[in-house]
């Protein structure tokens, strides 16, 4: 079955950066446009990034547009996201998600997520 796997959380200063990754496997990489996304404590997840099956296309939220980089490797069916100048506000859980779509544009629509790590921690300290 799909399985994802996400790492590289931790706790960092504000102004500090990180680099998540999401391993895949169980799937055909290519085949999915993939997103990052989040969840902080009693709020809703939200959706980071988005990027589509081979990296042509990716949306951010308005929160990370500037300060945020989501990223692929297909041949290591990898997804990625840099994060730079992080907040407070920028704390809570992280997850990748895949979505089946090879279209040139990202999903940018999450009930589309059918698939979904089990998260990584991001905490920012002020």
């Known amino acids: 079955q799909v399985q994802l796997v996400e790492s590289g959380g931790g706790l960092v200063q504000a102004g500090g950066s990180l680099r998540l990754s999401c391993t895949a496997s169980?799937?055909?990489?290519?085949?999915?446009?993939m997103a990052w996304f989040r969840q902080a404590p009693g709020k809703e997840r939200e959706g980071v990034a988005y990027?589509?099956?081979?990296?042509?296309?990716?949306y951010y939220a308005d929160s990370v547009k500037g300060r945020f980089t989501i990223s692929r490797d297909n041949a290591k069916a990898t997804l990625y996201l840099q994060m730079s100048s992080l907040k407070p506000e920028d704390t809570a859980m992280y997850y990748c998600?895949?979505?089946?779509?090879?279209?040139?544009?990202?999903?940018?629509?999450?009930?589309?997520?059918?698939?979904w790590g089990q998260g990584t921690q991001v905490t920012v300290s002020s």
């Open positions: 990027i589509s099956w081979n990296g042509g296309s990716a």
């Open positions: 169980g799937l055909i990489f290519e085949d999915y446009s």
């Open positions: 998600a895949a979505a089946r779509s090879r279209g040139a544009i990202a999903v940018v629509t999450p009930p589309a997520y059918k698939s």
